[in-house]
């Protein structure tokens, strides 16, 4: 089993920043991606970003120049800088651990909320 640790949400203007942390323990797979999603009221939860533990990067277009995903290996670690934020951002963010091995397991982070006020 993998236990994940979200941390760093909470309340913030219009363009201003935020940083999430995410902690990764126990039987960890050598071979995963580490995932940032969200999820707004009334919304589909959505992929806002990854980084596989090769160094691979993809974000959603939305956050495109303005979030920035980076991970530490060796402690387990993923990161989501998230500067210039707007209220759409507004929303539960949650950590995520996919596991490339078959049964591609994915592990979950009790989420936690961003608020930008307009």
């Known amino acids: 089993q993998v236990q994940l640790v979200e941390s760093g949400g909470g309340l913030v203007q219009a363009g201003g920043s935020l940083r999430l942390s995410c902690a990764a323990s126990?039987?960890?797979?050598?071979?995963?991606?580490m995932n940032w999603h969200r999820q707004a009221p009334g919304k589909q939860r959505e992929l806002v970003a990854g980084?596989?533990?090769?160094?691979?990067?993809n974000y959603v277009d939305s956050v495109k120049g303005r979030f920035t995903i980076s991970r530490d290996n060796a402690k387990n670690t993923v990161y989501l800088q998230m500067n210039s934020l707007k209220p759409e951002d507004t929303a539960v963010y949650y950590c995520?651990?996919?596991?490339?091995?078959?049964?591609?397991?994915?592990?979950w982070g009790q989420g936690t909320q961003v608020t930008v006020s307009s």
């Open positions: 126990g039987s960890i797979p050598d071979i995963n991606t």
């Open positions: 995520n651990l996919h596991d490339a091995y078959y049964p591609y397991f994915d592990y």
């Open positions: 980084i596989t533990n090769g160094g691979m990067i």
